[in-house]
């Protein structure tokens, strides 16, 4: 029963930690664009290199 009296307090102090920082992360612009990342991966446009030259061809 005594570890109750340690228990509850730290996750009620847990449990506000965790609020405040998902009020903090809305809060600065971490969930403004959910869907430009998943876009990114699908966009992605890789040039291929530029020729090298006159390296092995004559």
Known sequence: MESMFILIPISIVLALLM??????????????????????VIMDDDTPPPDEGGKGQS
């Open 19 to 40: 609020g405040y920082f998902f009020w903090w992360s809305g809060k600065s612009g971490q969930f403004d664009d959910l869907e430009g990342p998943a876009h990114r």
